[in-house]
């Protein structure tokens, strides 16, 4: 098998010790971690290293691979401009990396901004491994690929590893992955975040999935939660599990630790031959394909509609007709409607009316689930391959009304309505990640193009919600 291991660390700049000054000292056990992976790294000797960084680009709907010959960087920003980092990037396989995803129509390749500086979830990885080949006396021979996380789905990150791994075994080449990605960020209240009861459980459940190499277990953390948890790392190690399916995996999990309010794992993984039952991506996929098939069954008349209305108009480019079958309240009754969209537990599309603009719920409904699967400019049009995987929901609305506080808001029963200058933003009530009424309006306000600290006129709705 070309990939010859994968190592999940953490890149705190302050580990280094022209960093932290001292403060380093207090992540005594992942220092000593880390070294043992970079220590791992060299004595592999791989011809390329692969590193999966959340702060390289990223984009939405998208995977950006770091283009050109090579690039350079240095820990200026954290003032230690004299540590400084110059690499070769392994042009044969990016070229290979592209070609495959391209010929499945999937969203990487080096197209977008041309990140030229190294950023420091590469380059703390890469403090570790040049230090480790120095103390080897190895010469530094392999050569770098830079892959950044996007927004889509997690599945689509296990499929961003399956294609790095393929095109790793086409070209022949020795690899090592390093997914680089901190754990929580809410696990103190004295952390960079503060506290949320979300953070130790990230961390808790992470290090165990990852220190028995239960890739498909991955799956399993919600957007929201990891949202909650406020962690970096996630899609990171999604994308490199991907790399390692079908195959068993001898994994260890070498430390963990929590001390500065941020949690940092360290993990190794080594190929142990086929597994055919760890085909991860595939189990999941189908499971899920067969939960939405039983949920489509008891769809009520509402997300059966809209779901009609964006498959025809997907497949055929036609909008429909009102059902005969549709109940009379909806054909009667007038009111605004959102159709929300979801494919394996991300937004995939979200677009409706504050208020009636069609003579009938049924019609508005129509339009709005054509738009949100096709029209939000937040998301590239759905396809007809992910109609299977797409969960809907339509929340009808009631009439909104004004009232004087936030105080008279409650995030599970309204939704709120900001307005201020032309400017108007809407967020619906109950959502997931959405705790409390500051962040219900701050995130209305955002949509808006208000400014947080901007006073705004409030509304408030009630919405029916069918699922």
């Known amino acids: 098998m070309s990939i010859l291991a994968a190592f999940m660390v953490p890149h705190p700049p302050m580990i280094v010790p022209e960093i932290g000054q001292g403060s380093e000292a207090q992540v005594e056990e992942t220092t000593r971690a880390y070294e043992q992976a970079a220590d ?168 165990d999935v990852c220190g028995r190499g239960a890739f498909g277990e991955l799956f399993d953390f919600s957007e929201s939660f990891c949202d909650r948890a406020a962690e970096c790392g996630h899609r990171s190690f999604v994308i490199m599990a991907g790399a390692f399916d079908g195959m068993a995996v001898e994994a260890k999990a070498l430390s963990h630790q929590d001390v500065t309010g941020v949690g940092y794992g360290v993990c190794t993984f080594y190929p142990a031959g086929e597994d055919e039952s760890r085909r991860f991506l595939a189990q999941y996929l189908k499971q899920t394909e067969e939960e939405l098939a039983r949920r489509r069954g008891q769809e009520d008349p509402y997300v059966k509609l809209a779901r009609q209305s964006l498959e025809s108009y997907i497949l055929n480019r036609r909008v429909i007709d009102i059902p005969d079958d549709v109940p009379e309240e909806m054909l009667h009754a007038k009111a605004g409607a959102f159709v929300s969209i979801h494919k394996d537990g991300a937004l995939r599309g979200c677009i409706g009316t504050t208020g ?27 396809g007809p391959e992910e109609l299977p995987r797409l969960e809907i929901s339509v929340d009808v609305l009631g009439e909104p009304e004004d009232i004087a506080s936030e105080d008279e808001l409650d995030v599970k029963r309204y939704g709120v309505i900001v307005s201020s200058v032309g400017k108007r933003g809407l967020l619906l009530p109950d959502l997931d990640g959405i705790d409390t009424v500051q962040q219900q309006i701050d995130i209305a306000k955002q949509k808006a193009g208000i400014h947080r600290f901007e006073s705004v006129k409030l509304q408030r709705f009630e919405v029916v919600r069918h699922e």
Not at 73 to 96: H, M, P, R, W
Not at 186 to 206: H, M, S, T, W
């Open 40 to 207: 791992e790294i060299a004595a592999l000797a791989p011809e390329t290293i692969v590193v999966t960084s959340p702060h390289s680009i990223l984009y939405g709907d998208y995977f950006h691979i770091s283009p050109g010959k090579g690039a350079k960087g240095s820990f200026s920003q954290f003032g230690a401009g004299s540590v400084k980092f110059s690499v070769d990037y392994d042009t044969e396989l990016v070229g290979e990396i592209c070609r495959l995803a391209d010929g499945q129509e999937f969203p990487a390749g080096t197209l977008g901004e041309r990140d030229k500086a190294l950023d420091h979830g590469t380059m703390v990885p890469l403090w570790f491994i040049e230090r480790a080949y120095e103390k080897a006396g190895a010469p530094k021979d392999y050569k770098l690929i830079r892959v950044g996380l996007s927004g889509l789905p997690l599945t689509d990150h296990y499929r961003m590893g399956q294609i790095i791994r393929a095109a790793a075994e086409n070209a022949g080449r020795r690899t090592v992955i390093v997914a680089s990605g901190d754990l929580s960020h809410k696990l103190q209240d004295y952390g960079p975040y503060g506290f949320a009861k979300e953070g130790p459980e990230y961390d808790a459940r992470i290090m």
């Open 356 to 382: 009636p603009t069609t003579d009938c719920v049924a019609r508005e409904i129509i339009n709005n689930a054509i738009s949100a699967s096709t029209r939000d400019p937040r998301f590239s049009a759905i």
